[in-house]
């Protein structure tokens, strides 16, 4: 079983930055890739970004290339979510997740709770 825990959301404005964080605890010996996810009002939940457990690679998606950047801290068992140039399109709830399959498609298995992140106009 592997815990996530996000933190780092809130209310900025359109063309400012905010590093969202999210630590892995348990079975981290498990994970094969880490994300995250974002989920708008109304929505349904989609990929943002993504990093295997090595850090080695990464993939974005193309909403966000180029704005965000995913990281991790191996000591911390931390993954980053650096948002630049945020848009109100931006507003979502966003999920960190790890997949523990390895497959050669994402299965997330764990979830955090979510952190809001508001961009305003």
């Known amino acids: 079983q592997v815990q996530l825990v996000e933190s780092g959301g809130g209310l900025v404005q359109a063309g400012d930055s905010l590093r969202l964080s999210c630590v892995a605890s348990?079975?981290?010996?498990?994970?094969?890739?880490l994300g995250w996810s974002r989920q708008a009002p109304g929505k349904e939940r989609e990929f943002v970004a993504a990093?295997?457990?090595?850090?080695?690679?990464?993939h974005y998606a193309d909403s966000v290339k180029g704005r965000f950047t995913i990281s991790r801290d191996n000591a911390k068992t931390t993954v980053y979510l650096q948002m630049n140039s945020l848009k109100p399109e931006d507003t979502a709830v966003y999920y960190c997740?790890?997949?523990?399959?390895?497959?050669?498609?994402?299965?997330?298995?764990?979830w955090g709770q979510g952190t809001q992140v508001t961009v305003s106009s």
């Open positions: 997740a790890a997949d523990l399959s390895g497959g050669s498609n994402y299965r997330w298995s764990s």
């Open positions: 348990g079975r981290t010996d498990g994970i094969y890739v």
């Open positions: 990093i295997t457990w090595s850090g080695t690679s990464t």
